[in-house]
């Protein structure tokens, strides 16, 4: 017969059996759970680095953007920040424009559509590494000229004689017809009308102002920005006039598209010879007695007085709404010229149009 204490102890190794065999699944499945939640939150804190990383490089393309309206953002600039909580960025400012590159696949190097800052920046944080590019284009305070002669204030008097010619036809810096982009010799904006400039001008005149449509060559265009045109220039002005009488001087060369921006607060005399490219503002009248050669755009917001000068420009020319005069009774040529207007129109502006970004790999 079984003994009392055999049987004790055959009941006890049952119930340790019994014990073993509901802890171990209990435990593996635990390991399991703890192994799993180690895991996860692995990838949780990788995942949320690699956000930081994104956010990091974001960071980069803003500053760049900032520099970027402020005028100072320059090919081969590097800014290098370390933000709150550890993360940093290094942004690379590349020019495509002007790297010799054909960027975009199309068997041309450095066009007009290349002339964009690509801005690469690589954000950390941790281990984490995440890198975008980003692309900012060029955007002008000037909208854009649409004639050889924009009058703002369309009252103004017209007087056109000796060898005086406007010319709205597209001609190249270097003279000569480009055969196409061609707009009006003479136009006002919408609270004027074309019976209003042709009224203005004696049958004489009319065949001085040749463009779009033939002689007379008269039309309306949008209104020009002509406050920001004169804030941004007097901020952004590479020489500033400080005399009334200017004697002369050079300011740029149209062939090698070197534009200047001139800025001149209040009235002004040109007595001598006055050269140059790029973007001439004058807040007060301009008086032409000597001979001026532009290439680009004139603003002027008074009048214009050219009886007694000589005045050649090849871009465009805008008189302001406190104009009351144009004067073209000397050696006066003002031809329309798209190149022209572009030398200007590259200098007044800044790299703010952002294209958008991607992300690239950061090998």
Same mark, same amino acid.
């Given at each position: 017969?079984?003994?009392?204490?055999?049987?004790?102890?055959?009941?006890?190794?049952?119930?340790?059996?019994?014990?073993?065999?509901?802890?171990?699944?209990?435990?593996?499945?635990?390991?399991?759970?703890?192994?799993?939640?180690?895991?996860?939150?692995?990838?949780?804190?990788?995942?949320?680095?690699?956000?930081?990383?994104?956010?990091?490089?974001?960071?980069?393309?803003?500053?760049?953007?900032?520099?970027?309206?402020?005028?100072?953002?320059?090919?081969?600039?590097?800014?290098?920040?370390?933000?709150?909580?550890?993360?940093?960025?290094?942004?690379?400012?590349?020019?495509?424009?002007?790297?010799?590159?054909?960027?975009?696949?199309?068997?041309?190097?450095?066009?007009?559509?290349?002339?964009?800052?690509?801005?690469?920046?690589?954000?950390?944080?941790?281990?984490?590494?995440?890198?975008?590019?980003?692309?900012?284009?060029?955007?002008?305070?000037?909208?854009?000229?649409?004639?050889?002669?924009?009058?703002?204030?369309?009252?103004?008097?017209?007087?056109?004689?000796?060898?005086?010619?406007?010319?709205?036809?597209? @001609?190249?810096?270097?003279?000569?017809? $480009?055969?196409? %982009?061609? *707009? #009006? =010799?003479? &136009?006002?904006?919408?609270? !004027?009308?074309?019976?209003?400039?042709?009224?203005?001008?004696?049958?004489?005149?009319?065949?001085?102002?040749?463009?779009?449509?033939?002689?007379?060559?008269?039309?309306?265009?949008?209104?020009?920005?002509?406050?920001?045109?004169?804030?941004?220039?007097?901020?952004?002005? @590479?020489?500033?006039?400080?005399?009334? $009488?200017?004697? %002369?001087? *050079? #300011? =740029?060369? &149209?062939?090698?598209?070197? !534009?200047?921006?001139?800025?001149?607060?209040?009235?002004?005399?040109?007595?001598?010879?006055?050269?140059?490219?790029?973007?001439?503002?004058?807040?007060?009248?301009?008086?032409?007695?000597?001979?001026?050669?532009?290439?680009?755009?004139?603003?002027?917001?008074?009048?214009?007085?050219?009886?007694?000068?000589?005045?050649?420009?090849? %871009?465009? *020319?805008?008189?302001?709404?406190?104009?009351?005069?144009?004067?073209?009774?000397?050696?006066?040529?003002?031809?329309?010229?798209?190149?022209?207007?572009?030398?200007?129109?590259?200098?007044?502006?800044?790299?703010?149009?952002?294209?958008?970004?991607?992300?690239?790999?950061?090998?």
């Amino acid at each position: 017969m079984e003994t009392r204490d055999n049987k004790q102890h055959r009941e006890a190794g049952f119930a340790s059996f019994g014990l073993i065999i509901v802890v171990v699944p209990l435990l593996l499945l635990v390991g399991t759970y703890l192994q799993t939640m180690t895991g996860r939150n692995q990838r949780l804190q990788t995942e949320i680095g690699e956000e930081q990383a994104l956010l990091a490089a974001e960071s980069g393309v803003d500053v760049a953007l900032h520099y970027a309206r402020l005028g100072q953002l320059f090919d081969g600039d590097t800014y290098t920040e370390t933000l709150q909580g550890g993360s940093r960025f290094v942004a690379n400012a590349d020019h495509l424009g002007s790297d010799g590159l054909d960027n975009d696949g199309d068997s041309q190097v450095d066009e007009t559509d290349e002339d964009v800052f690509q801005i690469i920046v690589t954000g950390t944080h941790g281990s984490a590494q995440r890198r975008i590019a980003a692309y900012l284009g060029f955007t002008s305070f000037i909208a854009d000229v649409e004639s050889a002669v924009t009058l703002l204030n369309p009252n103004s008097d017209i007087q056109i004689g000796g060898t005086g010619r406007v010319n709205g036809k597209n @001609h190249h810096i270097a003279g000569g017809l $480009v055969g196409s %982009g061609d *707009t #009006y =010799g003479i &136009a006002t904006i919408p609270s !004027g009308s074309v019976a209003t400039l042709l009224s203005r001008l004696t049958t004489s005149e009319r065949s001085k102002v040749d463009g779009m449509g033939g002689t007379p060559s008269l039309g309306l265009v949008s209104i020009p920005d002509i406050n920001t045109i004169v804030t941004e220039s007097r901020n952004a002005a @590479h020489f500033v006039l400080t005399n009334r $009488v200017v004697a %002369g001087g *050079t #300011y =740029g060369n &149209a062939s090698t598209g070197q !534009g200047y921006i001139v800025y001149r607060d209040g009235d002004v005399q040109l007595t001598g010879n006055l050269r140059g490219a790029g973007l001439l503002v004058v807040t007060g009248n301009l008086r032409v007695t000597g001979t001026i050669n532009w290439t680009g755009i004139i603003v002027v917001l008074g009048k214009i007085e050219c009886g007694a000068g000589t005045a050649q420009v090849y %871009g465009g *020319t805008i008189m302001g709404n406190t104009g009351n005069l144009l004067d073209l009774r000397g050696t006066v040529d003002l031809r329309y010229s798209r190149a022209g207007v572009n030398i200007a129109r590259n200098l007044a502006g800044r790299y703010v149009a952002f294209n958008g970004w991607q992300e690239i790999s950061v090998n």
